[in-house]
């Protein structure tokens, strides 16, 4: 069998997985997933942590709280002087760097 043909047949089997293949370390395939013995809450606060790692490496800090209630938890954004809320905590990231590079092309204008 060439190569070609067993890469086809290697990525067929890897797509029939999940969404993206076995081996994608995307936040959305990592909250899905958890290794044996890990609760989903436990993969999820691990995703946290290192969120907030790559967060506080930014040269303008990014800051998420969660704040919970009766109604569910929410996650709280601060990024240059703009806030704003989300649902979770993955939503409370993307949301603040869209706004943090929302500034920068406005800056850049």
């Known amino acids: 069998m060439t190569d070609l043909r067993q890469l086809e047949r290697d990525t067929q089997n890897i797509q029939g997985m999940n969404e993206h293949g076995s081996y994608c370390e995307c936040v959305w395939c990592l909250e899905g997933s958890t290794q044996p013995g890990e609760t989903p809450e436990l993969a999820k606060q691990e ?39 989300a649902n979770s905590f993955v939503d409370a990231t993307r949301e603040a760097l869209q706004s943090l590079v929302g500034v920068f092309a406005l800056i850049r204008a």
Do not use: F, H, R, V
């Not at 942590?49 to 040269?59: G, H, R, V, Y």
């Not at 601060?78 to 704003?84: D, L, M």
């Open 47 to 85: 995703i946290e942590q290192s969120m907030t790692a790559m967060l506080k490496d930014l040269p303008l800090p990014i800051t998420i709280t969660k704040q919970g209630n009766l109604s569910g938890d929410k996650y709280i954004w601060q990024c240059i002087g703009i806030s704003g809320k």
